[in-house]
């Protein structure tokens, strides 16, 4: 076994409960005398329904295919989602530090104005990223552009490191955020492209699971060591990012075919899905999406014109609206000063370590929740619940603000911020994430993923900056209030506007936004009607992937 196939193992290893049984159940089958049976079963398809229902009649003979195997598919996916965990950093990084830079013995001595361009001009630098970075993969690729942007990543934690003015800090901090509009831009493209729909929600989830990482990496370890330590600890993320993502991350099967090289996108379904798996009807099923998309350009006139596009884009841009003004960035940002001022029993950094376990636990529950019991209602629940949470949390600033004697319920402001958190990463942490890889057509994708990722930027910062302003003019109490008014709208939103994706292929999704109505009987298609019919009766509930 090769370096490479260690680390697929490993990873897979880690990645689903499910995996792991089958590499537990082939690791104990090896004591028996025919070893490749128990081998080949612990790498085959951990998918419940993947005997029921494995079959799928493209072509006859030659096109019939079973889903594939899982085991490179999550390699290749938590390879990439170390972008998001560097991004994870870069978002946790203020909690520490503002309250060292705010402190008397500070190095780079700043002012609470100061801080709070600190930490929003990360919204600004999004903007200057996402729109690059999304054409950047249509032209050169998603694997080369989401590799390159440990680059920039890696600048700006030198910046920081041996910043000397707040100046320096507001540049490096604007680097930071284009890297991270550009991977949120590229990296839930990448994965919605590999992943087979069986687990595409899952792998998609694995976003914002390795974000919470890394802001508990930072929550971990950031009250212990210098400024200094800190900057390097970080700055070593995106050097491993950009080594795992050139080794083992494939280029998608859909770029490759878009860019004519056919050969290539072959050798990446074989890669992704297995050497027993019949790539013929998966090629079909792309091939045709592109023929179909070769009138199509991704002009902006084309976004608008487009009733598909028009109504991912109002879904996608109002779920990351609404995850901004939950105020969720706020507290991660601020999170030491908010305990600081709840004056808990708990001190403040432990408290926001607390905050970063919880939110790693349910972020991770979300990925394996994701394609069981589906996007809109983890959505409905996480936003209600965080409604009713910021509400609670609100009334106790508000009493203590007023003079009330709330000593006694110092531990609400933990309670509220742990079950606000835990809700947030089971719903509406991870999904809009994995709702903006499913719902564009690739044609559009990068240009709309992009101009989507810059209005939710701007966004991001009129929030964060305005935390400042809304303390200063109404204290934490009504601030918070507003928040959850805020949380209140965004499930309405969810409730009327946002579409179920569960366990429907990219194609599907596509024509459901476009109005086209399945066919239900065989004289709505007489000509192809039995092989819709044998497809039909086929893969039931759990479909497969159309990666288009």
């Known amino acids: ?37 128990p081998l080949r079963l612990a790498l085959t398809s951990s998918n419940k329904n993947a005997t029921k229902n494995s079959m799928l009649s493209v072509n006859g003979p030659k096109g019939t295919r079973r889903e594939g195997k899982k085991f490179r598919q999550y390699a290749a996916a938590l390879s990439t989602t170390i972008g998001p965990f560097a991004v994870g950093t870069v978002l946790a990084w203020t909690s520490p530090v503002l309250p060292m830079l705010q402190s008397e013995n500070s190095r780079i001595p700043i002012t609470a104005d100061e801080g709070s361009w600190v930490g929003s001009l990360i919204a600004i630098g999004a903007i200057i990223g996402s729109i690059p970075a999304g054409k950047g993969a249509d032209i050169f690729g998603r694997k080369p552009t989401i590799a390159a942007l440990a680059v920039p990543f890696i600048i700006s934690w030198a910046m920081i490191y041996f910043a000397t003015t707040v100046w320096e800090l507001y540049v490096a901090r604007l680097i930071a955020g284009a890297v991270i509009g550009g991977v949120t831009a590229t990296v ?28 508990l990496y930072v929550y971990a370890i950031g009250p212990f060591v210098s400024y200094e330590g800190l900057a390097i600890l970080c700055g070593i993320i995106p050097v491993i990012m950009f080594v795992l993502v050139l080794l083992v991350a494939p280029e998608t099967p859909t770029y490759l075919l878009r860019a004519g090289r056919r050969r290539e996108a072959e050798h990446s379904l074989v890669l992704l899905r297995g050497h027993e798996y019949d790539i013929a009807g998966e090629l079909e099923e792309l091939q045709q999406q592109l023929e179909e ?33 939950s105020g969720i960035n706020v507290l991660i940002f601020y999170a030491e000063s908010i305990f600081k001022s709840s004056s808990s029993s708990i001190s403040p950094q432990v408290s926001s ?23 809109r209602v983890l959505l409905l629940i996480s936003d209600s619940v965080m409604a009713v949470c910021l509400g609670c949390l609100g009334y106790f600033f508000w009493q203590s603000e007023h003079g009330v004697d709330v000593s006694a319920f110092s531990l609400i402001p933990l309670i509220s911020l742990g079950v606000y958190i835990s809700t947030f990463s089971l719903g509406f942490g991870p999904i809009p994430g994995v709702m903006m890889g499913e719902l564009f057509s690739p044609d559009v994708k990068g240009l709309a993923l992009g101009i989507v990722c810059v209005i939710a930027s701007l966004l991001e910062f009129v929030v964060v900056k305005m935390y400042q302003n809304l303390l200063d003019w109404f204290d934490h109490g009504i601030t918070f209030w507003i928040f959850a008014g805020f949380c209140v709208l965004g499930t309405v939103f969810v409730w009327f506007l946002v579409p179920e994706t569960k366990n429907k292929t990219l194609q599907e999704i596509q024509n459901e936004l476009s109005g086209k109505k399945k066919s239900n009987n065989r004289k709505d298609n007489p000509k192809g009607s039995k092989k819709h019919h044998m497809m039909d009766s086929l893969t039931g509930d759990q479909t497969h992937a159309a990666i288009v």
């Open 188 to 215: 839930p493209m990448y994965i919605g492209e590999i992943a087979e729909s069986s687990i595409r929600g899952e792998l998609g989830s694995y976003i914002q699971v390795k974000v919470t990482l890394g802001i």
């Open 1 to 37: 076994m090769t370096s490479w196939d260690s680390y697929l193992a490993v990873a897979t290893f880690l990645s689903s409960p499910e995996e792991f049984m089958g590499w537990f159940v082939g690791f104990v089958s090896l004591f028996s005398t025919n070893l490749l049976r």
């Open 293 to 325: 998309e070769q009138n199509r350009s991704s002009k902006f006139k084309d976004l608008i014109s487009s009733r598909a596009t028009v109504r991912a884009s109002i879904a996608v841009m109002g779920l990351l609206s609404f995850l901004s003004f």
């Open 353 to 375: 370590i607390i905050i970063g376990v919880l939110q790693v636990k349910f972020t991770f529950a979300s990925a394996l929740l994701v394609d069981k019991a589906g996007r």
